[in-house]
């Protein structure tokens, strides 16, 4: 049999997914955005983007993504470090990746317990003298929950990055006279790059659109363009307003993933580096 219409057959499912689940729904809303509350064809919507509103928003989305993605970062470098270097490291990463299969809304209702005024480090705050202080509903408690709930997968691609580097290179950087800091700084953090790149990009995209967690935990002092998106559907029912965020959106999450994308280097295989 010719191998080129069997690849053709084998194409046609992987098509047929993409088309269904990627291609349709981004087709949709876009189709969706160019009309009003009452039906009417409009490139209203668009226009409306783009006034001070929605640039406070854009701003405020891509600030508190930032920091969760920055406060991830900064504890799961060196946590995933020090993992390579345990002896049952496989066994250690799995425990930190299970509190990500338990349900999201669990997770956020367990915090709003602790974080209660009635809960256990109010009570904690109070016997040690300080007293206690509204927790929820503050920029802290948000950042803090959005911080736990996306650390596992920052963790995940950097700890295959340093598993994977090459210890030959990290030997010769020290051979050659490099100190800890220098042998980091000029040959791990860059070897590994490709997973911190990765970390970004699954931690900055949906903490852009978070909705959830501002609501229960933040009382929604903080609006994102998930929760804009939410009001409109929702809310308001303004389907073309929040097909239009929702087209913007998209549109930040390809500007993310293409100055994240990278390829690979430095990876411990044959002995050769890539």
């Known amino acids: 049999m010719n191998a080129r219409p069997t690849r053709f057959l084998t194409f046609i499912p992987y098509a047929a997914w993409i088309i269904l689940f990627v291609v349709a729904p981004i087709a949709l809303i876009v189709y969706y955005s160019f009309f009003d509350l009452t039906g009417n064809f409009t490139i209203a919507n668009y226009q409306n983007f783009f006034t001070s509103i929605y640039f406070k928003l854009i701003v405020n989305s891509f600030w508190y993504a930032f920091l969760i993605t920055f406060f991830s970062l900064l504890f799961a470098y060196p946590t995933a470090y020090f993992l390579t270097k345990t002896k049952h490291k496989q066994l250690w990463l799995l425990l930190i990746i299970i509190p990500s299969w338990i349900n999201l809304l669990l997770k956020t209702y367990a915090f709003i317990g602790l974080f209660g005024l009635y809960g256990p480090i109010n009570a904690f705050l109070e016997m040690i003298g300080i007293g206690q202080h509204q927790l929820l509903f503050t920029d802290f408690s948000f950042v803090f929950v959005a911080v736990y709930i996306f650390i596992p997968f920052m963790i995940l691609p950097i700890f295959n990055s340093l598993d994977k580097l090459n210890p030959a290179l990290i030997d010769a950087a020290r051979d050659l006279g490099a100190n800890s800091w220098t042998t980091f700084s000029r040959v791990i953090l860059p070897l590994t790059m490709n997973g911190v790149k990765s970390g970004i990009q699954v ?48 549109l930040f999450m390809f500007v993310i993933m293409l100055l994240t994308s990278g390829s690979e280097k430095g990876a411990a295989g044959s002995g050769k580096t890539k």
């Open 203 to 250: 931690v900055f995209i949906p903490a852009l659109s978070l909705f959830m967690i501002t609501r229960l935990i933040a009382g929604n002092k903080v609006i994102t363009l998930g929760t804009a998106i939410e009001q409109q559907f929702l809310v308001a029912q303004n389907w073309g307003m929040g097909s239009t965020i929702a087209v913007f959106l998209i």
